[in-house]
């Protein structure tokens, strides 16, 4: 089993609509749980770990942060069982911000778990 790295970020836990793919943001899943380090992304449709993927996460007042990231786990979940699954989808490390990081940083600021 790999090694795991501990995170730096504490996580925040918010069911946020996100769009993503490899170039279209084609997919439509939810945000689990993030930082500015990373996500845990619901979905049925997960990328192989180690894809390269664009995200636009949408805040809840109409802002949408847009940010790159690699998949650096995946679990594939039949749809009809994702609910029930208590890891589904792919946990991603961001690795660029094209735009909002502020804005993302300050709503995360503002939840408390």
Do not use: H
């Not at 793919?21 to 084609?26: A, F, H, I, N």
Request: some cysteine; overall charge positive.
């Amino acid at each position: 089993m790999a090694n795991r790295v501990a995170r730096n970020q504490e996580r925040k836990s918010r069911r946020l609509k996100v769009r993503f793919g490899t170039d279209e943001l084609s997919k439509i899943a939810f945000l689990g749980n993030a930082s500015v380090a990373g996500a845990w992304i619901i979905t049925g449709q997960p990328e192989r770990v180690g894809t390269l993927l664009r995200f636009c996460i949408y805040l809840p007042e109409g802002e949408e942060v847009l940010v790159r990231g690699r998949v650096q786990w995946a679990k594939k979940i039949p749809p009809n069982l994702i609910r029930l699954s208590k890891n589904a989808g792919m946990g991603v490390k961001f690795t660029r911000f094209e735009s909002g990081l502020s804005i993302f940083s300050d709503y995360l600021a503002t939840l408390r778990y």
